[in-house]
């Protein structure tokens, strides 16, 4: 994804409980040049009143606060006056449940808090907010509503045949900004029996993969875990790339860990994991490729689709950012292009036993 110029500088409001962290991503962002801090709150309750009151741009949030926390916050805003919401958080068990939690409800993104002795934060700060400054502003479904147009999706409406996915071995699953909420979406429909293990590679700041891997496993029936070197993945199973390694799957079928160079500074990439199912699965893989910024997992799913394996990618509409289907799109690496509730119907097929009548009910 490319940020355009901009006529005026990004408005950013700082929520965070700790005056001397206010102060810090305050002056980080005023290097920046292009980045103004129109506002400060210390807790959640005057974060909505401020936000309401000033509309910024983007609002960094923290998670653990007093009187009301950052994900209480998140929810209310993203209800009351929709806004982009970055979160800034640290490493803490309980905030990088809550994170996740404030991923799904509606913040764009999670980064680790940054520090002023470590540059390379800073400027992770600084470039997440100039990427996400464009970003849509996107609603998020309660599990309820999800779960009601799940069931609503007329089956003529799924621009495939749900039979052909029938014989898949293994899943792929690529994402990004957006990606939490999108990869929950896809795999909460699916029983602790489903068929197929699933492997996913989603970019997140280094330290969250834990956190996502323990977020996930509650809110799926399936048994989600971090990939180790060596494991099999069997059915009812998801393994999540963890931090700073690529995955990919060896000729026997088990997983495989390294550290080669990062794709366009990615550790993990998709491209590995994809590249690799394209070896060794061939028309037996499914790969799929949701939100994200960038085009990682692109060249990997078009040699996915040039072996013989079904290939989607998520479309425009129900993409956060839609950087990576885009390009895998454009490369003509995706055999079929859905929305994410489509994807969750096909993947929810797939556990029926074959020949099963696909049933979907208004």
């Known amino acids: 994804m490319t940020t355009k110029p901009r006529a005026h500088p990004i408005r950013v409001m700082v929520v965070d409980d700790t005056s001397t962290v206010r102060d810090m ?22 974060a909505i009143r401020i936000v309401k009151r000033i509309h910024p741009d983007i609002v960094t949030m923290d998670i653990d606060m007093p009187q009301m926390n950052g994900l209480e916050a998140i929810q209310h805003i993203m209800r009351e006056a929709p806004t982009r919401i970055i979160v800034v958080s640290g490493l803490m068990h309980n ?24 540059p390379e934060t800073c400027n992770q700060l600084i470039q997440t907010i100039r990427l996400m400054a464009d970003v849509p502003v996107v609603h998020r479904w309660e599990k309820k509503k999800e779960h009601k147009i799940l069931q609503s999706i007329p089956a003529k409406s799924l621009p495939i045949d749900e039979r052909d996915f029938h014989d898949i071995n293994i899943i792929g699953i690529a994402a ?51 990939a180790k070197s060596g494991d099999m993945p ?5 393994l999540l790339a963890p931090d700073d390694q690529h995955m990919s799957v060896t000729a026997n079928g088990r997983v495989e860990l390294n550290q080669q160079a990062p794709y366009k500074s990615l550790r993990p990439s998709a491209n590995y994991l994809f590249h690799s199912l394209a070896r060794y699965y061939g028309p037996r893989a499914l790969g799929i490729i949701l939100t994200g910024m960038g085009d990682d997992g692109a060249e990997g799913l ?29 490369i003509e690496a995706a055999g079929q292009v859905c929305s994410l509730e489509q994807i969750a119907v096909i993947l929810k097929d797939m556990g029926q036993p074959a020949g099963e009548e696909l049933l979907i009910h208004a």
């Open 95 to 118: 905030e990088v449940e809550l994170t996740f939690k404030a991923i799904q409800t509606g913040a764009v993104t999670a980064i680790r808090t940054p520090k002023l002795s470590d």
């Open 25 to 46: 991503l305050t002056a980080i962002m005023h290097t920046a040049g292009d980045i103004e801090v129109v506002g400060t709150a210390a807790n959640g309750k005057d």
């Open 302 to 330: 078009k040699a996915m689709r040039q072996a013989g394996a079904k290939t989607i990618a998520q479309d425009e509409q129900s993409s956060v950012v839609f950087g990576m289907p885009r390009e895998a799109i454009l």
């Open 234 to 238: 069997h059915s009812g199973t998801v």
């Open 176 to 226: 990004s900004t957006g990606g939490p909420g999108a990869v929950a979406t896809i795999l909460r429909p699916l029983s602790a029996h489903f068929p197929v293990p699933i492997l996913v590679v989603q970019h997140v700041t280094k330290g969250f993969a834990t956190g996502m891997a323990n977020w996930l496993n509650g809110e799926t029936k399936l048994k989600v875990s971090l």
